[in-house]
């Protein structure tokens, strides 16, 4: 099988985030973070919990843009519902981030003063609530200066100083994960809770990710590759999952 | 048993300007979108609209009948931002209460219970209690005894405040001539709620049926509003167009695309003048006739 492409790499990053997760309900926003959903419910995940995008839990992993009268559902899942599960913390959300900054806030609301921004996004969302209550993290198909930021203009999600200014009540539960990006997957995981590089993708080099990100970015000694996917997993992403390759209108080759 | 019928101009005649108005459904599904429109025609203005937000908002806004907006984000769903409701923001001419959407709901049930907030943490560290200076948190009182959390004996909450709403406007599918109303579709989303937060409550429906009738088309299950939550009724078909209202009609994304491009000055007023200066038959036959 050919080499697997930049799209590829990026949903096999998101499926690894959901392999320790057991029997939780995944939210993934994007075609990407839905495909790795998918990936990792028919390889190392079979226990994930997935809806049909709109108000039920869906059963098997079908394919990227199947027809909804065709879909086989397993439970009722209403958005009321959805409160319920947020709040009890068995999710795992991949939001997206039109900006995402060096503490792991994100924003969705506005760019700009919030008071009178300059562009008005869809809104904060359930994103105060995600981030303070389940495991969170976030998918950015276009890394670049604009979306990874020193600091977001409205703090939608919230990021680890924020949460522990917050104090306990929002520390609690707070955990976000990790952040894909399509040149690489970083995470928090450093003394000061500030960025760092977990895996660059494979043909990605440092000095590349540091100049599209606009703060320091953490580097930890020699920073690790992505890991390619498997033969199997390239299978079930171009024959069963996408075959329309629609991952590629996300993340170019 | 009452006769709860009435006509959605008799409905909107209670309004006045100044109040706030909760709008059921969510983004651009299952919208009380005739009811809109025919506040879209009223002389009414300065009012809240408490909405999970879809093109009801950018509706009202585009027709100057809001002076704020309690939501937490406002989508076409098939298309992500509204551009009457960006041009609205970006303009500044309408006031944001901008709420994390569980917070809204949270928000919803107090009013609903009749209790001035109920706590959570969603809105903890986040903006919006930045934005909002006039949320205030709580502590638990249960710092001993059975029903303490050690884990929580220092946590602040965020006390939601109710929302407490002069009018509610819902579209189900059917509902009978009592006000007892039944969703057909996947998902019921909080139009219970804004009724049970409000102090006059509308429910239209795309039909009106007798009284027991409801079940000849779906469970009773799907009867979620009983007649102790309604006001008036109206029946009202193509009543959310064009938002979606399975199972009687998907969202008409044609429609909604000429309505997400009529955002500058000129497509607006032939907007305006094709589909809101009609009444609700008037309003069929030009969707029709496109």
């Known amino acids: 099988m050919s080499d697997a492409t930049r799209a590829e790499v990026c949903a096999v990053a998101c499926a690894e985030l959901w392999r320790h997760d057991g029997e939780i309900l995944v939210s993934p926003f994007g075609t990407i973070p839905a495909l790795g959903a998918r990936l990792a419910r028919l390889t190392f995940n079979p226990d994930i919990v997935l809806t049909d995008g709109e108000a039920a839990l869906m059963v098997g992993a079908p394919p990227i843009g199947t027809d909804p009268a065709e879909l086989v559902r397993e439970a009722a899942m209403p958005y009321r519902t959805v409160f319920d599960v947020v709040w009890s913390g068995r999710r795992h959300v991949m939001m997206m981030a039109s900006q995402i900054d060096r503490t792991g806030n994100q924003n969705l609301s506005a760019i700009g003063d919030w008071a009178r921004p300059k562009a008005q996004l869809v809104g904060v969302r359930g994103a105060p609530g995600n981030s303070v209550n389940h495991p969170t993290s976030y998918w950015v198909p276009n890394h670049s200066n604009r979306s990874f930021v020193e600091q977001v203009d409205v703090v939608s999600g919230v990021g680890y100083h924020r949460a522990a200014a917050a104090g306990p009540g929002a520390t609690r539960y707070h955990d976000v994960r990790a952040v894909v990006s399509n040149l690489g997957v970083f995470d928090f995981e450093t003394p000061d809770r500030v960025m760092r590089i977990r895996s660059l993708h494979p043909g990605v080099t440092v000095d590349e990710v540091v100049a599209a990100t606009g703060f320091p970015l953490k580097v930890d000694g020699e920073v690790a590759t992505t890991r390619r996917p498997t033969e199997e997993e390239l299978g079930l992403l171009r024959r069963v999952l996408d075959p329309g390759a629609t991952r590629d209108n996300e993340v170019k080759s | ?290």
């Open chain 2, 1 to 290: 048993m009452a006769d709860k019928r009435t006509t959605v101009a008799d409905m909107v005649a209670e309004l006045r300007s100044g109040m706030t108005i909760g709008i059921g459904g969510w983004g651009s599904r299952r919208k009380p979108m005739a009811v809109i429109r025919a506040i879209c025609r009223s002389d009414l203005s300065d009012l809240t609209v408490v909405s999970y937000g879809g093109p009801d908002v950018g509706l009202l806004c585009a027709t100057g009948k809001v002076s704020r907006v309690v939501c937490g984000f406002v989508t076409l769903d098939s298309i992500a931002l509204d551009p009457h409701w960006r041009a609205a923001r970006q303009g500044g001419s309408v006031a944001l209460t901008e709420l994390d959407e569980g917070m809204f709901f949270a928000g919803l049930q107090a009013a609903s219970w009749r209790v001035p907030f109920l706590p959570t943490r969603a809105g903890l560290g986040s903006d919006v209690l930045v934005v909002n200076p006039e949320l205030r948190t709580v502590r638990s009182p249960y710092t001993d005894g059975p029903f303490a959390d050690p884990a929580d004996a220092d946590a602040e909450f965020v006390a939601a405040p109710a929302l407490r709403l002069d009018a509610a406007f819902v579209h189900a599918n059917r509902c009978d001539t009592a006000g007892n109303a039944q969703f057909l579709g996947p998902d019921r989303f909080f139009d219970e709620l804004f009724l049970g937060a409000a102090a006059r409550r509308f429910v239209t429906a795309e039909k009106v049926v007798e009284p027991g009738a409801l079940t000849a088309e779906g469970p009773l299950s799907a009867v979620t509003i009983h007649r102790l939550l309604t006001d008036a009724v109206a029946e009202t078909p193509l009543g959310a167009h064009f938002t979606s209202c399975p199972p009687d009609y998907g969202r008409d994304e044609a429609f909604q695309r000429e309505y997400a491009g009529s955002a500058d000055p000129e497509a607006w007023e032939a907007f305006r003048a094709r589909y809101l200066e009609v009444d609700e038959a008037g309003y069929r036959a030009a969707v029709e006739a496109r």
